[in-house]
T-cell receptor, first 117, second 113 residues
Framework: GAVVSQHPSRVICKSGTSVKIECRSL??????MFWYRQFPKQSLMLMAT?????????EQGVEKDKFLINHASLTLSTLTVTSAHPEDSSFYIC?????????????FGPGTRLTVT | GENVEQHPSTLSVQEGDSAVIKCTYS??????FPWYKQELGKRPQLIID?????GEKKDQRIAVTLNKTAKHFSLHITETQPEDSAVYFC????????????FGRGTQLTVWP
C-alpha cells in the first residue's frame, strides 16, 4: 500500500529557532501533500496544501511566513516552523494521495511531535 | 472552508453494544466523507469512507450512512470490542481526488469489557 514517512518523529527546540519537518511519499508520487496540526486532545487542523513546483495554499489564519512549505519534488514536502515559540508545540502530520489515482483516500504520515522550550 | 461538527465528544459503551457517532457538514459541495480511528500519538487510520453518490456503506462491523439533503453522516459500530476504544474522527472533503480534508472534533470511544 501507499506509505508516507515523516522525519523527525520527535524534535525539541529552543524558542526562537527554526525547525524543519520532512514528509515523504515512499512508494508513490504526489503532486499535492497536506499539512495538519493537532494539539493535545484536539482535532486535526488543516494548515496548508503543498503543491509540487508552486506555492503552497494556506488555510485562513495560518501564517505563511511562519510556516514555510517547500514541495521541491514529487515525493518530498517540507514544513519549516520559523522562530518557533512554545505555543507552536504540537503534533504535525502530513498526508498525500497518489498522483493520478482514482481513490479519494489520503495516506497519513506518522506525525512529528514538536516541543518548543 | 468547510465546517464539520461531530457528536458526542465522548461515548462509553459495554462490550457487545453498538456505538453511533454523528457528524454534520456545512458545504453542500463536499463529496467525500471518511472516518478515522486514531490511537494516542499515532497517525489517523482510515476505517471506512463514503462518497456522495452512495447512501450507505458497510464493512463487517462498521457502517457509514450519508444523508446529503440534511448534510449529515454517521458511523455505526456493532458488537463493539475493547480494542475499538480510541478517538474517532469524521472528515469532509470536496473537489477532486486531491481534496482538502476538514475534520470534526473527535469522539473518544471507550468500550468496557
Amino acid at each position: 500500500g501507499a506509505v508516507v514517512s515523516q522525519h523527525p518523529s520527535r524534535v525539541i527546540c529552543k524558542s526562537g529557532t527554526s525547525v524543519k519537518i520532512e514528509c515523504r511519499s515512499l512508494d508513490f508520487q504526489a503532486t499535492t501533500m497536506f499539512w495538519y496540526r493537532q494539539f493535545p486532545k484536539q482535532s486535526l487542523m488543516l494548515m496548508a496544501t503543498s503543491n509540487e513546483g508552486s506555492k503552497a495554499t494556506y488555510e485562513q489564519g495560518v501564517e505563511k511566513d511562519k510556516f514555510l512549505i517547500n514541495h521541491a519534488s514529487l515525493t518530498l514536502s517540507t514544513l519549516t516552523v520559523t522562530s518557533a515559540h512554545p505555543e507552536d508545540s504540537s503534533f504535525y502530520i502530513c498526508s498525500a494521495a497518489p498522483q493520478g489515482g482514482t481513490s479519494y483516500e489520503q495516506y497519513f504520515g506518522p506525525g512529528t511531535r514538536l516541543t518548543v522550550t | 472552508g468547510e465546517n464539520v461538527e461531530q457528536h458526542p465528544s465522548t461515548l462509553s459503551v459495554q462490550e457487545g453494544d453498538s456505538a453511533v457517532i454523528k457528524c454534520t457538514y456545512s458545504d453542500s459541495a463536499s463529496n467525500y466523507f471518511p472516518w478515522y480511528k486514531q490511537e494516542l500519538g499515532k497517525r489517523p487510520q482510515l476505517i471506512i469512507d463514503i462518497r456522495s453518490n452512495v447512501g450507505e456503506k458497510k464493512d463487517q462491523r462498521i457502517a457509514v450512512t450519508l444523508n446529503k439533503t440534511a448534510k449529515h453522516f454517521s458511523l455505526h459500530i456493532t458488537e463493539t470490542q475493547p480494542e475499538d476504544s480510541a478517538v474517532y474522527f469524521c472528515a469532509a472533503s470536496y473537489g477532486s481526488t486531491l481534496g482538502r480534508l476538514y475534520f470534526g472534533r473527535g469522539t473518544q470511544l471507550t468500550v468496557w469489557p
